[in-house]
């Protein structure tokens, strides 16, 4: 199985006070390169899903591929960029991950295809503490057609989808931290710097 990497930086940041999320600064480094750092050495390539000028992530040196549908319908449209350009690759695969995820595991993409290996499922989705995360998968490029029709129809929620379709479900314990923490707030940026520095009281 040849698996490429996307990460999913299309969100508007509106807790943030409407920033960019994927290029505010955690420990002197954008959300995403932290991102980068962990996935990038699981996957044979990477890319950045986003909309607006590309030109903000181009100090990544990565391909920037544009949602495939209009309208920003949200994390599934990016999804379907990912298949699509794995497909260009060559890859059977797609694993997505989410921009605002600075601890995400370094295991993901092992995991996640041991997974729909062993069940037989097409997709396979990370959670942890009890909780879905949708936007940590892996995708086949083979579901791209039946993505693009669902998406068409007014299909907007991940998990839902992937359930549809056949999902492994992945859990991954916290360690101690719960590797999928996500920033939405600047108070979050808090809690991940007392994370990477330690200091988790």
């Given amino acids: 199985m040849k698996a490429v990497g996307v990460i ?9 006070g409407g920033v960019d999320k ?6 002197g480094a954008p959300l995403i390169a932290h991102v980068i750092r962990r996935l990038g050495p699981q996957v044979d390539a990477l890319a950045i899903n986003a909309g607006g000028d590309p030109g903000r992530f181009a100090a990544f040196g990565l391909p920037v591929l544009p949602d495939p549908v209009p309208d920003q319908p949200g994390p599934l449209a990016g999804i379907l960029a990912g ?3 794995a497909g260009q690759q060559g890859a059977s695969h797609v694993v997505t991950a989410a921009t605002d995820t600075p601890f995400l595991p370094s295991d993901l993409v092992d995991r996640l295809t041991g997974a729909a290996h062993r069940t037989h499922q097409p997709i396979a989705l990370a959670e942890s503490g009890g909780r879905l995360h949708p936007t940590f998968g892996l995708w086949p490029v083979s579901l791209a057609d039946d993505l693009a029709l669902a ?3 007014g299909t907007r929620k991940v998990g839902a989808w992937a359930l549809s379709e056949g999902a492994a479900r992945v859990a991954f314990a ?3 931290h719960d ?8 108070g979050d ?6 994370i990477l520095t330690g200091d988790q009281a």
């Fill in 22 to 27: 994927a290029l505010v600064t955690l420990d």
């Fill in 151 to 153: 998406l068409e129809a």
């Fill in 83 to 85: 298949m699509l350009w």
């Fill in 179 to 186: 590797p999928f923490f996500n920033i939405n707030t600047p």
């Fill in 8 to 16: 999913l930086a299309g969100g508007r940041g509106a807790r943030m």
């Fill in 174 to 176: 916290d360690q101690p």
């Fill in 189 to 194: 940026l808090d809690t991940a710097h007392r």
